[in-house]
């Protein structure tokens, strides 16, 4: 009877012993989660050091761990609401071509329209912005559907803080349009700078 106990010990140990890794690693992989999304809020530096020490095991599930802490109560700028309106010639009141709180069927395309010429203006790519609002404004004037007459001024607003209740301006400029398609915005703030935008297929590339 003893001699069985001690075979039924023995073949328990790497039983438990297999358990016991088995529970560390789980309770491993756990609180690498943990970290990786706590560091997301206000990192120590002892969460910096685990992430570099875990970078490998963490890269390898997918997870991208180099990001910069954010604030949880902030949004990201280009994610706060913004309109973009133009004026026509001749005319006082401006017409809003894209705005974020819009409810229309293809409101996600305004919005993530809006959120692409907000980030390359706050980046300040011009050529960038020449050619998406050029784009925007031939396509408005081609289908005619709120502007009958020619666009002369572009103004993109946005919301500085997302506690805000009035719109500042991000961008806004003179637009000039040549009949041989190309257009030409020239920024109401720096009026020294030209950013000219091309439309037309036989015309060269946006300098």
Known sequence: ???TDKQSLELRSPTRLVRAI??????????????????????????DDTLTLGQPYLIGLNWYVEML???????????????????EKNETERIVLLD?????????KKRSL???????????????AALLLSSIISH??????????????????????AGDANYSVLYEATVKQASDGT???????????????TRSETSAPAA
């Open 22 to 47: 088995v529970s560390l690693l789980v309770a491993a992989h756990f609180a690498a989660i943990l970290v990786t999304y706590s560091a997301n809020w206000r990192r120590s530096g002892i969460q």
């Open 140 to 161: 408005e004037q081609a289908s005619a559907t709120r502007t009958q007459k020619p666009i002369v001024s572009v103004r993109l607003e946005k919301l500085l803080d």
């Open 100 to 108: 974020s709180n819009a409810d229309t069927v293809d409101r996600a």
């Open 114 to 128: 809006l959120r692409l010429l907000v980030s390359v203006i706050e980046a300040g790519d011009d050529d960038g």
């Open 183 to 197: 257009i030409q915005f020239l920024p109401v703030l720096e009026p020294q700078r030209t950013v000219p935008a």
């Open 69 to 87: 802490p954010i604030d949880w109560n902030r949004a990201d700028s280009a994610d706060l609401e913004a309109r973009l309106s133009v004026q």
């Open 1 to 3: 009877m003893p001699s």
